[in-house]
């Protein structure tokens, strides 16, 4: 179970941002968020942890009658994502659009910089940690050209900023 310290490195100039994330999910006015909405407020965070990991989380706190996380303890958690915390500051997301379009270059045969709809759908939705149908539409939402193309570059950049 994840201990209720704080992180060894945290980042003066950033805890005021995280604190505001955490507010918006303390709903009874008493410092604390219920262990079903920690996913949530790791992502507002700006964490993208995989729900799996969410998940395990929030089994090992129910486990110890944890139902209640004070901003310490989802701070602690925060940080303690460590790889897969998802974090990007904005160097990183250049560099894990890159790693992405190039990566996705590999299905662009012609090389226009475009892949069908259908093909990133089947990929996103399918293959490692997949995205819902609702998640895909919102993401795919007035990016689908007239020829059900999508700019696979545009798309990882508005994913990654």
Known sequence: MP???????????????LQQAFRHYELHGDGKISVLLLGDC?????????????????????????????????LGIYFGLGENSGIVDPGQARGKAE?????LRLLDEQGTGFLPAERLRRLLTECGEPLSEEEM????????????????????????S
């Open 3 to 17: 201990q209720e310290t704080k992180p060894k490195s945290s980042p003066e100039g950033h805890l005021p941002g």
């Open 42 to 74: 790791l992502r507002a965070m700006g964490a993208n942890p995989p729900e799996s990991l969410v998940q395990r989380h929030v089994r090992k706190l129910q486990a110890a009658s944890i139902e209640r996380l004070s901003f310490e303890l989802v």
């Open 99 to 103: 790693e992405y379009i190039c990566s």
């Open 137 to 160: 539409a919102g993401l795919l939402k007035d990016r689908v050209n007239d020829q059900g193309l999508v700019n696979y570059v545009d798309l990882m950049h508005a994913i990654l």
